[in-house]
């Protein structure tokens, strides 16, 4: 089975800094994709990006990036230049690859609060 | 407007009742999976379906059931069974192919409380 293990609970940032929110996780299967989903307030899950463990090259979106070290099972997600909306729960997730469309295994969250 | 529809927001259910929440999709995805949300938690599988007429059991199946009669919805049922179903629930639904693929999108959830 797989494990997603998010150790930071809690993390704030000022305004126009840069966080990283950690992740490591467990598997044996070679074929897999990593998220990170941000929940803001409002409680709706938003996908803020998602990599392919089959590309080496690290996968970002704006002012999103992660850094994937597959051998070492672990998935950070960089934030720069904070802004207040980026204060939210974030989740990293894993998927198996393969056939079809599996489940998602989920961390605990980390709790992220940009102070102004 | 294409998306993902949970209804109702809020539901409470009464002792020894069976609850439905609803999830409607018109992405035309193929496949869809329930959530429950705990605080401290994280989300955990309650169920998920490939394919029309077909749904498989996540780990936190018991007390619940669901139906998969359509592509477009997949409603769970919080049966009495489930003696602790107070949580916020989520509904996902993704797809097999395209540049898409294999990302779930989100419903806006139901908060479920026993009264």
């Known amino acids: 089975a797989q494990t997603v293990t998010q150790s930071q609970p809690e993390m704030s940032v000022q305004e126009a800094e840069t966080v990283t929110l950690s992740c490591t996780y467990d598997?044996?299967?070679?074929?897999?994709?990593l998220f990170w989903y941000k929940q803001p307030p409002s409680r709706q899950m938003i996908l803020v990006i998602r990599?392919?463990?089959?590309?080496?090259q690290n996968a970002t979106e704006n002012r999103f990036s992660v850094n994937f070290q597959k051998a070492a099972k672990s998935f950070s997600l960089k934030i720069s230049d904070s802004q207040l909306g980026d204060t939210a729960m974030y989740f990293c997730?894993?998927?198996?690859?393969?056939?079809?469309?599996?489940?998602?295994?989920f961390g605990k969250g980390t709790r992220l609060s940009v102070i102004a | 407007d294409g998306g993902i529809t949970q209804s109702p927001k809020y539901l409470f259910r009464k002792e020894g009742q069976n609850v439905t929440l609803s999830c409607e999709q018109n992405?035309?995805?193929?496949?869809m999976y329930w959530y429950r949300q705990d605080p401290g938690q994280g989300l955990r599988l309650i169920y998920y379906?490939?394919?029309?007429?077909?749904?498989q059991k996540g780990d936190i199946a018991e007390g619940y059931s669901v139906s998969r009669e359509k592509k477009e919805s997949f409603p769970l049922t919080v049966t009495s069974a489930q003696k602790n179903p107070t949580a916020f629930y989520l509904c996902?639904?993704?797809?097999?192919?395209?540049?898409?693929?294999?990302?779930?999108?989100f419903g806006a959830g139901t908060r479920l409380s026993v009264l």
């Open positions: 992405l035309n995805h193929d496949a």
């Open positions: 990599q392919e463990a089959y590309k080496q």
């Open positions: 379906s490939q394919i029309v007429n077909d749904f």
């Open positions: 996902a639904s993704s797809m097999y192919s395209g540049i898409a693929k294999n990302i779930q999108y």
């Open positions: 598997t044996s299967e070679n074929n897999y994709y």
């Open positions: 997730a894993f998927m198996k690859g393969g056939m079809g469309n599996t489940p998602l295994v």
